[in-house]
């Protein structure tokens, strides 16, 4: 006998509609500020509208786009004389781009080499 997951999808639905209150919203579209598309060839999870609200957010939407996040080799450290007074506005863009890696690891490295400064920025 051929599985059939809608059916076992709408008995799910059923049984848990017995024991909550709750109310089906169809196919999952966007969640936690994480766009879902689905199609026939895969899943994929965008954080465009995100990014942009944060672009706009921290005053960045004029910046210019790179393709590579940062360079390789690249050694950072604390310059004492340009250090911030107040790294709270630090702090939430790096919390910012650390969920930004959710769906775009390849910034983990970046985010990773810059948060290491969170005390100093």
Not at 6 to 29: A, E, T, W, Y
Not at 33 to 46: A, R
Not at 100 to 109: E, G, H, K
Not at 111 to 117: D, E
């Amino acid at each position: 006998m051929p599985h059939n997951s809608d059916v076992d999808i709408s008995d799910l639905k059923k049984f848990l509609k017995q024991k909550f209150m709750m109310k089906d919203l169809g196919k999952l579209r966007y969640f936690l500020s994480i766009e879902v598309i689905q199609s026939p060839k895969g899943t994929w999870l965008l954080q465009r509208q995100y990014a942009l609200n944060k672009l706009s957010e921290y005053g960045m939407t004029g910046c210019k786009p790179i393709s590579i996040p940062l360079q390789q080799n690249v050694k950072l450290n604390v310059n004492e004389e340009n250090l911030m007074k107040d790294t709270t506005m630090c702090n939430h863009i790096i919390g910012s781009l650390i969920y930004m890696t959710i769906t775009r690891p390849d910034l983990s490295y970046a985010i990773g080499m810059v948060s290491q400064f969170m005390q100093t920025p």
